[in-house]
């Protein structure tokens, strides 16, 4: 048996717990805080058998994993009133997403 304690943004919880849910996998989450970056982050720990580490991996990397999002830019120029109705809108694309993950084997299991 093997525990999958999966480190992702706040962002990606619902959607990520919500796959692995409907995989068939009970998941429990925490909130958490990175310690360098002082962002608010989701920690997911997971129990399953050996075989099916993959398909947790799997839906981590799909639903949590590093993307890059556009994001929408208002230059200096353009938060002016001058600027006026119809100033263009921009964006710009940035990182998203990433989960830090550990599999760990568990030498014992019981479920009262």
Request: aromatic fraction near 8%; proline fraction near 5%.
């Amino acid at each position: 048996m093997k525990m999958v304690f999966a480190i992702i943004s706040k962002s990606d919880e619902d959607i990520t717990v919500t796959a692995l849910n409907e995989a068939g996998f009970f998941a429990t989450k925490l909130s958490s805080t990175g310690g360098f970056l002082k962002k608010t982050n989701t920690s997911i720990i997971v129990g399953t058998d050996d075989d099916k580490v993959p398909q947790v991996l799997d839906i981590l990397r799909r639903y949590a994993g590093k993307r890059i999002d556009e994001m929408p830019y208002v230059a200096p120029s353009m938060s002016r009133p001058s600027a006026g109705v119809g100033a263009p809108y921009v964006t710009v694309p940035t990182s998203a997403g990433g989960a830090t993950v550990f599999v760990l084997d568990v030498s014992a299991f019981e479920k009262f």
